[in-house]
């Protein structure tokens, strides 16, 4: 049960795009579409912003989008907003029928 | 909205045993699967346990197979955490969060607000 991996951080200046790769297996990220991603405020609960590789939840801004190919999904946050600012996580079930966490990404909007 | 109240946490030696409770309302309990998440200070997410809704179906993280284990009472619309044999590491903030798929596994929606355990002597 490795984490999957992700860049420690990413930042951007507002109005800009990021990408946050996360890298898994072909026992987690390249078997399933069952990835999510998550931005955690500091202080604050995980909010789920994505899940099944592209699916945003009612609420969450189309600013937001997401992919995979491979072992590899990313998340892209395009018209980067000061609010943006946050901790980034994905997450994918694996062939265990455990899930796994990536290490995580701090965006800094400049 | 989904409700989910964590309650339980504290300091506790090493060794030892606490058992955390996550209290849940505003959706169907009984019906949703759940897990427990944890994060350990200024750490990333670590995925501790997932029970199925009607409790047959239980899978946990190597790091803590053996010593916890994951429970629920439908009756009481609470899922539980006992987690033995307390060791430093295990220090985190432990969530309880709502599963979001229904007949198929799709990972954690909705979170509660965590309750923070500490292992130290």
């Known amino acids: 049960q490795s984490a999957l991996t992700q860049p420690p951080s990413v930042s951007g200046s507002p109005g800009q795009s990021v990408t946050i790769s996360c890298t898994g297996t072909?026992?987690?990220?390249?078997?399933?579409?069952?990835v999510s991603w998550y931005q955690q405020a500091p202080g604050t609960a995980p909010k789920l912003i994505i899940s099944?590789?592209?699916n945003r939840p009612s609420g969450v801004p189309d600013r937001f989008s997401a992919s995979k190919s491979g072992n590899t999904a990313s998340l892209t946050i395009s018209g980067l907003q000061a609010e943006d600012e946050a901790d980034y996580y994905c997450?994918?079930?694996?062939?265990?029928?455990?899930?796994?966490f990536g290490g995580g990404t701090k965006l800094t909007v400049l | 909205q989904v409700q989910l109240v964590e309650s339980g946490g504290g300091v506790v030696q090493p060794g030892r045993s606490l058992r955390l409770s996550c209290a849940a309302s505003?959706?169907?309990?009984?019906?949703?699967?759940m897990h427990w998440v944890r994060q350990a200070p200024g750490k990333g997410l670590e995925w501790v346990a997932v029970?199925?809704?009607?409790?047959?179906?239980?899978y946990y993280a190597d790091s803590v197979k053996g010593r916890f284990t994951i429970s629920r009472d439908n009756s009481k619309n609470t899922l539980y955490l006992q987690m033995n044999s307390l060791r430093p590491e295990d220090t985190s903030v432990y969530y309880c969060?709502?599963?979001?798929?229904?007949?198929?596994?799709?990972?954690?929606?909705?979170w509660g607000q965590g309750t923070l355990v500490s292992v130290s002597s």
């Open positions: 969060a709502k599963e979001g798929g229904l007949g198929i596994w799709l990972g954690p929606d909705y």
């Open positions: 505003r959706f169907t309990f009984s019906s949703s699967d």
């Open positions: 029970i199925s809704y009607d409790g047959s179906k239980k």
């Open positions: 072909s026992s987690d990220v390249g078997r399933y579409n069952r």
């Open positions: 099944e590789v592209s």
């Open positions: 997450s994918s079930y694996t062939s265990t029928s455990t899930w796994v």
